[in-house]
DNA sequence: AAAAAAT
């Protein structure tokens, strides 16, 4: 009953926006008791293969045809049963814009009988139409056509372009990718089999020469290293686990070949059941290709926001869809068509249950920032979204997972949700190439705003980011900061999305060049021209700290970062020190002197410094490593843990202790078959095995 | 321990 109302409400508040198309703009509402049932007739989800237009070899899209049905291009009954007939315009509706309140408002719907026309006036071969006659309304993202086989992009939009890409001299909108030598620094390491040779240029082949303007457009001249390997990694085929961290450029790293090769094979039809014609209450369902779960809501605006460029004129139409925004206006953009949807797992969970999106027409799934997924505790609802709904297993879907560590918990994961991937290492853009300048100070507490005054008062130009703890703490820095006559603002988890945006906005234009922030804005988020970092309370976890100062000496660019050390940080001293030590920077004499007081954790944290660079984010391919032992009871930690919330798993596909491959599997006999039984890790905190180690 | 995330 209260979702009936609710659903009045939104109805009432869309009026401006509502179709004319005759059918009252009615979400589908699903009785509570009814929710989270498959809506689909084909049982549970895992039961068969998936609609596989392409026959299902697991590489088969290597061939340009995964996309397309049968036969050459889109040749099903109505194109974009998905969107509510025909695309719609409103790629900035109001409470939708995910980032920055600065995107010009659509203008009214000045005619209202496109959408309907859509729908019976389709041309059967033609997709991504806007509405017959052309609409004067340019969505931008997503107005391009796929007609007959062909790409068709749209019309060129200066002012949207400007919207997308920035104009000269626009801090805001400049990309953080200048120094791009310094790129080639980083290092990248490898390993699978049949890795394909690096590209070194962005060119045609094997990226599309849409996508390519595109990439011109956004003034990306040369592939980061990251790109440079996973662009014919994915482009070939093939499953990928990514060590690497935000600001490497992993963002086009899978946008770029996922792009590409939907330009050059054009969408995949409608599952069949879909096709029930435009019936007054028919389902409104998506049916994206493409899925892009992150953590945080400003990093999937943020992937989003990069998406918009780079299918910018294309016939793929990008979707975002997070928490803490009107459900509805999202429901509705998703109607309009969604073929690459960047989500949070809650959001997406709910948006499933209700119906609007189905993973059928998955093709490309990937995980980012897949360590804080599982630290924020979303491996629940990314075990759901990925086997648990009709998301087609990983033969028939291409997955890619980045993380900035790989931990156990991710190893599994990448178990479970890859197939014979190849795994990348990429060095870390920050802390190793040494061009951002590490101070550690030691500041006992209650001298801490005083010396942070000190800094600000001699630290001139530039965009300065706070680190704290906790909420409580951002807000009263911040306040603190602005009654000592700062430009502060805060970002934190207790503020509203609205809020949270505004402050970022405020930040990157330099309107308001302090940011106070939490946890919240550690990691993933690209800023640039963030000169000085300040861990004004340093984080107990390491990989945040360099999570953190990450967030400036971006792309080659130089920073300064400064830690507020005092003895209640011991717990980190020695990572500290290594870390300092790595980097060649500076180790001040107290760290030293606190490091050898002991730790306070019993000596600090086993299995560190091994191998090459830290343990800490140990990023080792460890498939070679696991050739041992198998079987066993390696189980422990999957088994019981998920097994009774989804009734549809495969049975066995989490007791028994992975000892052999999914369902379904893979079992190439490329050394990592069994080889993940327990055990096989030798250390059972293994390599990175940090989580819960408290 | 804190933070974030669906409502």
């Known amino acids: ?146 007609r007959e086989g062909k790409h068709i992009p749209g019309p060129a939009n200066p002012r949207l372009e400007r919207e997308l890409f920035g104009v000269p001299n ?55 290293p990251v790109q440079k390997y996973s662009i014919p990694i994915v482009m070939g085929g093939r499953d990928l686990m990514a060590c690497a961290q935000t600001g490497s450029g992993k963002t086009g790293g899978f946008l ?114 897949a360590d804080r997924m599982l630290d924020m505790g979303f491996e629940p609802q990314i075990r759901r979204i990925v086997e648990g709904e009709d998301m087609p297993p990983t033969a028939g879907r291409q997955t890619l997972m980045f993380s900035a560590t790989f931990p156990r918990d991710i190893q599994m994961l990448a178990r479970d949700f890859l197939k014979e991937y190849i795994f990348l290492s990429v060095g870390r853009v920050g802390s190793t190439s040494e061009n951002i300048t590490q101070k550690v100070e030691y ?57 949270r945006e505004k402050a970022l906005e405020m930040f990157r234009t330099g309107r308001c060049p302090i940011l106070v922030a939490t946890a919240v804005a550690a990691r993933g988020l690209d800023i640039p021209n963030v000169t000085h970092v300040v861990n004004y309370d340093l984080p107990t976890d390491i990989d945040d700290y360099v999570h953190r100062i ?12 400064t830690a507020f050390f005092n003895r209640g940080n011991r717990g980190v001293v020695r990572d500290l020190i290594d870390l300092l030590k790595e980097a060649n920077q500076e180790v001040p004499s107290f760290l030293e002197s606190i490091a050898r007081e002991g730790s306070g954790f019993g000596g600090g944290r086993g299995g560190r410094g091994g191998g090459r660079g830290r343990g800490a984010t140990a990023t080792r391919d460890v498939r070679r490593y696991g050739g041992g032992g198998g079987g066993g009871g390696g189980g422990a930690n999957g088994a019981g843990g998920f097994g009774g919330n989804w009734g549809s798993q495969p049975a066995g596909g989490y007791g028994g202790g992975f000892s052999g491959p999914p369902a379904g599997g893979y079992s190439g006999g490329s050394g ?5 039984g327990g055990g096989s890790y030798g250390n059972p905190s293994g390599p990175g095995g940090q989580s819960s180690w408290w």
Not at 196 to 210: A, S
Not at 672 to 676: C, L, P, R, V
Request: hydrophobic fraction near 30%; charge should be neutral; aromatic fraction near 8%.
């Open 1 to 146: 009953m209260a979702e009936q109302l609710d659903m009045g409400r939104l109805s009432l508040n869309d009026s401006q926006h509502a179709p004319s198309n005759g059918f009252p703009d009615r979400a589908a509402y699903i009785p509570p008791h009814l929710r989270g049932r498959s809506q689909t007739p084909s049982g549970p989800p895992m039961d068969g293969p998936p609609p596989m237009m392409n026959g299902g070899g697991m590489n088969s899209n290597l061939n340009g045809s995964a996309w397309a049905g049968p036969g050459r291009g889109y040749g099903g009954p109505p194109p974009r049963m998905n969107n509510g007939g025909g695309g719609g315009n409103w790629a900035n509706a109001p409470n939708f814009t995910p980032r920055g309140s600065d995107a010009p408002a659509p203008a009214p719907q000045p005619n209202g009988s496109w959408n309907y026309k859509a729908s019976t006036t389709f041309d059967p071969n033609a997709y991504g139409k806007p509405g017959a006659g052309g609409s004067s309304i340019a969505r931008g993202s997503g107005d391009g056509q796929w």
């Open 170 to 224: 626009d801090p805001s909108k400049q990309h953080t990718g200048i120094n791009f030598e310094k790129y080639d620094d980083i290092p990248v390491e490898a390993s699978g089999q049949g890795v394909p040779e690096p590209v070194t240029k962005f060119t045609n082949p094997p990226l599309d020469d849409h996508l390519l303007t595109n990439i011109d457009l956004a003034g990306y001249k040369v592939p980061t």
């Open 256 to 369: 770029f070949p996922i792009l590409s090769q939907a330009y050059q094979t054009g969408p995949s039809a409608p599952p069949a059941q879909a096709s029930g014609g435009y019936g007054y209450g028919r389902q409104r369902k998506a049916y994206p290709t493409s899925l892009i779960l992150a953590p945080t809501r400003e990093l999937v605006s943020q992937i989003y926001d990069e998406a918009r460029k780079f299918s910018y004129r294309s016939w793929v139409r990008p979707c975002v869809v997070y928490g803490g925004a009107d459900i509805g206006s999202q429901l509705r953009q998703i109607e309009r068509g969604c073929d690459l949807l960047v989500a949070t797992p809650g959001r997406l969970v709910d948006l499933i249950e209700r119906g609007r999106i189905s993973l059928q027409n998955i093709k490309y799934l990937v995980l980012d920032e």
């Open 443 to 499: 500041v006992e507490d209650v001298d801490k705003r005083s010396v942070l005054l000190d800094i600000l008062h001699t630290h001139g130009a530039g965009l300065t980011l706070i680190f704290v703890e906790t909420k409580r703490m951002a807000d009263s820095l911040s306040d603190f900061l602005i009654n000592q006559g700062f430009p502060a603002t805060s970002i934190h988890g207790d503020r509203t999305q609205r809020e």
């Open 550 to 561: 990450g967030r400036t000496g971006r792309a080659g660019n130089t920073g300064i970062s």
């Open 672 to 676: 990592y078959g069994g080889g993940y």
